[in-house]
């Protein structure tokens, strides 16, 4: 008897296909209102779930006692219980690899959004503004030859040292648990303290992932550090700020802006006073969002899923403690 998928997310019309061949496919939109409902419903059928952006917490895994896999269309997995996930058996799988560059693509586009005042500038002259010779009031701050701070060396930092040390002839610190020596020696990149890196830096970028050492990594004391023309860049998750912290600091211009994907709610209210402030560029959670990388993400997901149902190792075990209990 075939198994069946519970599918969150939707997919092309190919991985849909590959997923039916070997499996029941039950289809959820939760952005429908009922979205949750029918998801409840169709739980206690499941043996595998792909999806992503959906909290899976402990009650939606009450409801799914078959449930031996969830492969998440993502590399981050903040909205996984693990340990919950591991005590119950089931394989949790992400996709990482395939969003690296295009991650680090969306942290250089905010880079030099911010730094020359793209997105403001560019409202300046739809508004019929621009009507003689522009002056200092105006203009924005270089990127080339300044000093990138990186704030976690995992795939993404390292995309991002490659563009900013040979594409932008930029220096680059780096904070990480573990120091890089491969990185350091292709780049010249320096291992600093995170109060080092963020006094030393033109550009703080934060890569890394949330977790309970990383939520509110960013808070008062930390954009104190900062230099006044410094800017801060988040392209991880909105929760390793503490935004109320980075809104006041942005106000008081105690730093020169901020490059935002990423929020502690998303979507970003409407009402946010992040978006009063004209040296915020705030982008909805693009990191990975390019026609190309989404549809890697979802094939690797359906790689993973299949491997998993299939009782074959997938590529991407966020936790191989199941497997090893197999
Ligand atoms: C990820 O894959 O974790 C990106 O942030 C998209 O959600």
Redesign the pocket.
């Known amino acids: 008897m075939k198994k069946t998928i519970v599918l969150y997310k939707r997919l092309s019309d190919d991985l849909l296909g590959r997923l039916r061949e070997q499996a029941e496919v039950i289809f959820v939109d939760t952005a429908q209102a009922d979205g949750l409902a029918r998801l409840r419903d169709a739980l206690p059928h499941a043996h595998g779930l792909l999806g992503?952006?959906l909290r899976l917490d402990s009650s939606l895994l009450d409801l799914a006692p078959q449930l031996e896999a969830v492969a998440s269309v993502?590399?981050?997995v903040d909205n996984y219980d693990i340990a919950d996930l591991t005590r119950r058996g089931i394989v949790l799988t992400n996709?990482p690899d395939v969003?690296t560059e295009t991650t680090a693509d969306t942290g250089f586009a905010l880079i030099l959004a911010t730094a020359r005042r793209v997105v403001e500038l560019a409202s300046w002259v739809r508004a019929g503004h621009w009507q003689g010779n522009l002056g200092p009031a105006h203009f924005g701050t270089d990127v080339h030859g300044k000093t990138l701070g990186i704030v976690g060396m995992g795939r993404i930092g390292e995309a991002l040292v490659k563009r900013a040390a040979a594409g932008f002839g930029m220096r680059v610190v780096y904070h990480s648990r573990q120091p890089k020596p491969a990185v350091e020696a292709l780049y010249g990149a320096a291992c600093r303290s995170l109060d080092g890196l963020l006094e030393e830096s033109d550009f703080v970028c934060l890569t890394v992932p949330l977790s309970a050492a990383t939520e509110g990594l960013i808070g008062a004391r930390e954009l104190g550090l900062m230099k006044p023309e410094a800017i801060l860049i988040n392209i991880s998750r909105g929760r390793v700020v503490d935004e109320t912290a980075l809104i006041e600091a942005l106000r008081e211009e105690r730093i020169r802006g901020a490059g935002l994907d990423v929020f502690v709610k998303e979507p970003l209210a409407v009402d946010s006073p992040l978006l009063q402030l004209d040296n915020v560029v705030a982008t909805p959670?693009i990191?990975?969002a390019t026609h190309e990388t989404r549809q890697a993400m979802a094939r690797c997901a359906v790689d993973n899923l299949l491997c998993a149902l299939a009782d074959q190792r997938p590529q991407n075990l966020v936790n191989p403690q199941v497997w090893a209990m197999r």
């Open positions: 992503a952006s993502s590399v981050g996709t969003l959670h990191g990975s």
